[in-house]
């Protein structure tokens, strides 16, 4: 079982920027890749980024070159560095932890505004 906790989000104008933190814990040896999510009122959940164990990273195309992904190992931390936030960026942000099944954090919103 893997537990995750997210913090980090809240209000912030367009333009601006947040970090989110993801803190796992528990069977955290066997997390494969973690990643950030997003869901918007009305849209489905999409995918924002996300890194694997040995670092690779991936990145929606409505978010390259204004996000970051990172992890701290020592403290079995991932982080999203947000810039340049656009109002369409207003979420729901969920960690997301892959082992050899996804386990879920309870999402942090994000609100920007225009």
């Known amino acids: 079982q893997v537990q995750l906790v997210e913090s980090g989000g809240g209000l912030v104008q367009a333009g601006g920027s947040l970090r989110l933190s993801c803190a796992a814990s528990?069977?955290?040896?066997?997390?494969?890749?973690m990643g950030w999510y997003r869901q918007a009122p009305g849209k489905q959940r999409e995918l924002v980024a996300t890194?694997?164990?040995?670092?690779?990273?991936n990145y929606a195309d409505s978010v390259k070159g204004r996000f970051t992904i990172s992890r701290d190992n020592a403290k079995n931390t991932v982080h999203l560095q947000m810039n340049s936030l656009k109002p369409d960026d207003t979420a729901v942000y969920i960690c997301?932890?892959?082992?050899?099944?996804?386990?879920w954090g309870q999402g942090t919103q994000v609100t920007v505004s225009s």
């Open positions: 528990g069977s955290i040896f066997s997390i494969n890749a």
């Open positions: 890194i694997t164990r040995g670092g690779s990273t």
């Open positions: 997301n932890a892959i082992t050899n099944r996804g386990y």
